[in-house]
């Protein structure tokens, strides 16, 4: 079965700064996808970058920005020029590309931003 | 475009109590799924719907839980009977065509239950 360890629960960082949040999977698979979501506290969950597999180059939409390392199963974060809108929960989220369309999250790691 | 609906936002029960949750998905997305939240933990799919038909629903409870979507638009879940474990936010999410790995789901506000 598919795992997704997020190690840090919480992360803080001053605003315009950056930060990378965590994430660590576990798959026998070798084509899958991978994606981060954002849930503020309205708990609506936000997509806000996916990687695929197969692709060597990482994903970037404006500041955000992932380090896909496949052989590590490592899929981090960054967050550049940190804004207040910015605080939330983050959740890693990973999904075969096969079968159904499940979604195998991780605990997720909330984020502060400050002023 | 109007997003994915859910009702009520909140809601308190008793334990043992029933309780039926509405999603009404993004029109024209054939994929619906049921994903439960326990405080601390990352979403967990209960069950998914292609239609109106059932495509997953192996960690649906089916002892308490059931889910129904009738004429593939909108649905619904309920708990029948409430036990404490069961408090979470449940979230509806909804995906255009399902089986694509680009097909992005799209989540709606989610209801938090309370069972007391």
């Known amino acids: 079965a598919q795992t997704v360890t997020q190690s840090q629960p919480e992360m803080s960082v001053q605003e315009a700064e950056t930060v990378t949040l965590s994430c660590t999977y576990d798959?026998?698979?070798?084509?899958?996808?991978l994606f981060w979501y954002k849930q503020p506290p309205s708990r609506q969950m936000i997509l806000v970058i996916r990687q695929e597999a197969y692709k060597q180059q990482n994903a970037t939409e404006n500041r955000f920005s992932v380090n896909f390392q496949k052989a590590a199963k490592s899929f981090s974060l960054k967050i550049s020029d940190s804004q207040l809108g910015d605080a939330a929960m983050y959740f890693c989220a990973y999904r075969a590309n096969f079968g159904n369309e499940k979604l195998t999250f991780g605990t997720g790691t909330r984020l502060t931003i400050i002023p | 475009e109007a997003g994915v609906a859910q009702s009520p936002r909140y809601k308190i029960i008793e334990k043992r109590q029933s309780v039926a949750f509405w999603c009404n998905p993004i029109s024209g997305h054939a994929t619906l799924y049921w994903y439960q939240q326990i405080l601390g933990q990352g979403p967990k799919l209960l069950i998914q719907f292609q239609n109106n038909g059932v495509v997953d629903d192996s960690q649906l409870p089916k002892d308490r839980f059931s889910a129904e979507r009738l004429k593939g638009v909108d649905s619904t879940l309920k708990i029948q009977p409430a036990k404490l474990e069961d408090s979470a936010v449940y979230l509806c999410?909804?995906?255009?065509?399902?089986?694509?790995?680009?097909?992005?789901?799209?989540f709606g506000p989610g209801t938090r239950l309370t069972v007391l």
């Open positions: 798959t026998s698979e070798s084509d899958y996808y």
């Open positions: 999410a909804s995906s255009l065509v399902g089986g694509l790995i680009t097909d992005t789901q799209y």
